[in-house]
């Protein structure tokens, strides 16, 4: 699983109200990522950090934002939740093989995010 | 806009048989091709991954081929087995970043 460790697993929440998602990882990887997962729309970048402090927009970013205080958190908010939100989340980081120059992709374990 | 189009949305196979699952891309400036597997209620894991300086790569009994010219690639799973089943996603990206393009996913059932 690569270190990677996503809370809440299951969260269930009424709309209008914040929602924190948190992306723990141990082995001190510069690039974090947040994805969403939708039927008939396979995942979808949300946010991504390249180190702390440095973070950058998706393709999906509206209505999300993202903190990155400590290389090994990387935080997801949803300020007001809404029901276009509720989606199974993915937190991913990047493994860099130095001989082949590419990165592979780690995936957790997914966060399901109801918003009613 | 989707930049990444997979096909089919589902696919089932008998035991022994050939996976056959297509994507095809837009953007030219893609150079790096992954496709991951992903089984319920876990994250996706990387299964194989081209670059577009090659037209087939295989490990074990998964095998990638690209199209360049015609912007597609495919995965071949080989002697599918009932522990192949699971959902199958291409993606594409620029510079080998993470920010992946990921294929809309294919549901595959290896039937014993």
């Known amino acids: 699983d690569a270190g990677i460790t996503q809370s809440p697993r299951h969260k269930v929440t009424e709309t209008g109200t914040p929602v924190t998602l948190r992306c723990h990882q141990t082995?001190?990887?510069?690039?974090m990522y947040w994805y969403r997962q939708d039927p008939g729309h396979g995942l979808r970048l949300i946010h991504y950090s390249y180190g702390v402090k440095d973070t950058d927009k998706g393709e999906v970013s509206d209505g999300y934002s993202v903190s990155r205080s400590k290389t090994e958190d990387f935080l997801l908010t949803l300020e007001s939740a809404t029901s276009s939100q509720t989606s199974v989340y993915f937190c991913?980081?990047?493994?860099?093989?130095?001989?082949?120059?590419?990165?592979?992709?780690?995936f957790g374990e997914g966060s399901r995010l109801t918003v009613l | 806009q989707q930049q990444v189009k997979q096909s089919p949305q589902s696919l089932i196979v008998q035991k022994g048989g050939i996976s056959i699952i297509n994507c095809a891309y837009e953007?030219?400036?893609?150079?790096?091709f992954p496709w991951y597997q992903q089984f319920p209620g876990k994250g996706p894991a990387l299964l194989i991954a081209?670059?577009?300086?090659?037209s087939e790569k295989k490990e074990g009994r998964f095998t990638i081929s690209f199209n360049k010219s015609a912007k597609q690639f495919s995965l071949h799973i080989m002697d599918s087995q009932p522990g192949d089943s699971a959902t199958y996603f291409c993606a594409a990206s620029k510079d080998n970043t993470g920010k992946l393009i990921f294929g809309q996913g294919t549901t595959l059932q290896v039937k014993p």
């Open positions: 991913a980081i990047s493994v860099e093989d130095r001989s082949s120059g590419t990165g592979e992709l780690f």
């Open positions: 953007n030219t400036a893609f150079d790096y």
């Open positions: 082995e001190n990887h510069r690039y």
């Open positions: 081209i670059r577009p300086d090659v």
